[in-house]
């Protein structure tokens, strides 16, 4: 039997698997807690996230605000300043951390059947196969 | 021997899953864990080979 499926949402499911892809961007310290005030950000415009990279966290990028992700009813969704995305911490960057966000699901899955992972890079695809 | 197969578009993020050779309710089952980690699948589909019937032999012996 087989079953085929696609993902792209840029909502992330399941909060320790982002924090490992987190970890994976580099960002050693980060937050985690409930509706925690994000610093950095217009006093009139207050936000709030479960998951937290505070700026001063961030080491060698001057990020202007901390990196949020909010939980919603889809998942964890990025709270990022415009300006942190255009010049800091570039546009592709909810792209990359979804790469390392399905990578870490393959690690996680092969850990829980007990499988081997094998993974090559073909282009812009990275192909990952866990047998078990 | 039983797989899944991720395929991750690094251009655009999306992730396509294909599990393979695990059959009836543990391929469904393995589903629903793979949507507990990556969320609401944009596509959701069984392959031709989730409808194949295992093919069974017939052995007719000589009289």
């Known amino acids: ?132 | 021997m039983p797989e899944i197969e991720f395929k991750i578009d690094t251009e655009t993020g999306e992730c396509q899953t294909e599990i393979k050779g695990v059959q009836g309710a543990a391929c469904e089952k393995t589903a629903q864990q793979l949507k507990q980690l990556l969320g609401a699948p944009t596509i959701d589909q069984k392959t031709k080979e989730y409808f194949a019937k295992p093919e069974i032999k017939r052995q007719v012996k000589g009289k």
């Open chain 1, 1 to 132: 039997m087989s079953k085929y499926m696609a993902f792209d949402a840029e909502a992330f499911a399941n909060r320790d698997l982002l924090v490992e892809a987190l970890k994976e961007m580099g960002f050693e310290q980060i937050t985690v807690g409930v509706d925690l005030p994000l610093q950095g950000w217009d006093k009139r415009d207050n936000r709030v996230a479960d998951v937290i990279i505070r700026r001063n966290d961030a080491k060698g990028i001057h990020l202007l605000g901390d990196i949020g992700f909010q939980r919603t009813a889809k998942g964890y969704v990025a709270v990022v300043d415009d300006m942190d995305l255009d010049y800091r911490l570039g546009r592709d960057f909810i792209r990359r951390l979804q790469t390392q966000y399905h990578e870490a699901t393959a690690r996680k899955m092969a850990k829980k059947f007990n499988g081997t992972l094998v993974k090559e890079r073909v282009g812009n695809t990275i192909k990952i196969r866990v047998k078990f």
